[in-house]
């Protein structure tokens, strides 16, 4: 396998484009951004699958629900005050 032009650090996922490469294997690459110089933890980027999409999935669901529960307790509270009244 040829050298790639660049990896993708798994722990921040910059492109790093200073490694050493042998063999068809990283053999030392360290992350600029976050300092990573875990061979282990790069990926080639045809390899690589942005793991992102998923937790903003989650984080929009959770501000909805958070939303939902914000209205039932207005709601909730504009009861109580009618009953008091």
Request: contains cysteine.
């Amino acid at each position: 396998m040829a050298r790639p032009d660049y990896l993708i650090c798994l722990e921040c996922e910059s492109e790093v484009e200073d490694f050493i490469w042998r063999d068809g294997e990283i053999r030392r690459a360290t992350c600029e951004v976050c300092g990573n110089s875990d061979v282990d933890a790069f990926s080639l980027p045809e390899e690589f699958e942005p793991e992102d999409d998923e937790e903003d999935v989650d984080d929009e669901q959770t501000e909805e629900d958070d939303l939902e529960e914000y209205d039932e307790e207005d709601e909730d509270s504009e009861d109580e005050e009618d009953e008091e009244r």
